[in-house]
C-alpha cells in the first residue's frame, strides 16, 4: 500500500525506572527495568519480555517511529520501521514533556517530507498497533476514524475524573477543567461521547484544511495547558469538526492482542 503511512512513537528511556525505590514492589520494579536495558531486544524477545517497540504493521512500505532515544534505533529498524530521531532530552518514566512529544506525531506536527505525497496517514499508539490497515481505510469514509473508547463515557467530565487518577494527567487539571468551562460558556457541550485516540486514521486529502486545523487547536490546547491526556481535548475541540469524523465503537477496529 503505497499510498499509506503509518506513524508510532515513543519518547523517554529505553524502559521507564522508578524514581525512586522507597518500597519492595518499586525495588522490584527498578530492577525488571534495568534487565531489560542492558540485555540485547532480540534475547528479551526469547525470555518473553514485553518490548514498547511493536512490529511496524505489514505490508506497509511507510512506516515511520519516531524517538528522542537512539538507543532504540537499532530494535526499531528490525522490527519493520522507519527510525525518525527528534531532538529532545530523555525523561525518566511517562513525563508531562515525553507524553506531549508524542502529540506532535499524533496530531501532524512533525516535518511532513516522508509522507506528503500519500492519501492516507494512520497514527497508532505504540500499544494499539492494527494489522487491519485495508479495513481502516474501507472505514474511513469521510476524513477521520477514531474509536469511542472501549469503556462508554457519553460526557467529557467522565474522562476528567478518570484521568484525575494518574500524576502527569491530574497536575494541571485545574487548568484543564478551568478551559472546558470557559468552552462551555461558548457553546460547547459537555455531552459529546469520549473518544479512544490510540489509532487515528487521516485521510488526508480530504479536507485537508479543516482536518490539520482540527489536529492544531488540540495540539496547541495540549502544550498550552501542559496537559497530554488529549483524549479531553479532543472530545471538546472536535465538536465543530463532527462533519469530517467517523466514530466507530472500539471493537470495529482491531489492534493486535496484548497491545
Known amino acids: 500500500m503505497k499510498s ?6 515513543w ?15 518499586t525495588c522490584k520494579r527498578w530492577l525488571y527495568a534495568t534487565i531489560k536495558n542492558l540485555l540485547p531486544f532480540n534475547i528479551l524477545e526469547y525470555l518473553g519480555f514485553v518490548s514498547i517497540i511493536p512490529q511496524a504493521p505489514k505490508d506497509i512500505e511507510h512506516c515511520y517511529f519516531y524517538s528522542n532515544n537512539k538507543r532504540l534505533e537499532k530494535e526499531v529498524l528490525f522490527k519493520g520501521w522507519h527510525f525518525c530521531f527528534v531532538e529532545s532530552e530523555l525523561d ?5 514533556t515525553s507524553s506531549l512529544l508524542a502529540k506532535q ?3 501532524l506536527q512533525m516535518d511532513d517530507t516522508n509522507y506528503k505525497n500519500v492519501d492516507h496517514l494512520i497514527y497508532m499508539d505504540s500499544r494499539r498497533v492494527s494489522d487491519d490497515i485495508a479495513t481502516i481505510i474501507r472505514m474511513n469514509q469521510k476524513s ?12 467529557i467530565w467522565h474522562e476528567v475524573e478518570e484521568a484525575k487518577g494518574q500524576e502527569r494527567y491530574a497536575q494541571h487539571m485545574h487548568k484543564t477543567i478551568e478551559f472546558i468551562n ?13 473518544m479512544n485516540t490510540g489509532i487515528i486514521a487521516y485521510s488526508i486529502n480530504r479536507n485537508r484544511k479543516e482536518v490539520q486545523a ?19 481535548l479532543w472530545c471538546l475541540l472536535s465538536q465543530p469538526y463532527m462533519n469530517i469524523i467517523k466514530a466507530e465503537e472500539f471493537t470495529e477496529i482491531k489492534n493486535r492482542s496484548g497491545l
Not at 477521520?144 to 460526557?155: G, N, Q, V
Open 214 to 232: 482540527l489536529c492544531d487547536e488540540v495540539y496547541y490546547a495540549c502544550m498550552k495547558l501542559q496537559q497530554p491526556e488529549c483524549q479531553i
Open 144 to 155: 477521520i476514524l477514531i474509536r469511542y473508547e472501549a469503556k462508554f463515557k457519553p460526557s
Open 92 to 96: 525518566n518514566g511517562e513525563s508531562i
Open 4 to 9: 499509506v503511512a503509518i506513524l508510532s512513537c
Open 182 to 194: 470557559a468552552k462551555l460558556a461558548e457553546g460547547y457541550c459537555h455531552n459529546n461521547r469520549v
Open 11 to 25: 519518547f523517554g528511556y529505553k524502559y521507564n525506572k522508578p524514581l525512586k525505590i522507597n518500597s519492595f514492589s
Open 105 to 107: 506525531v499524533k496530531f
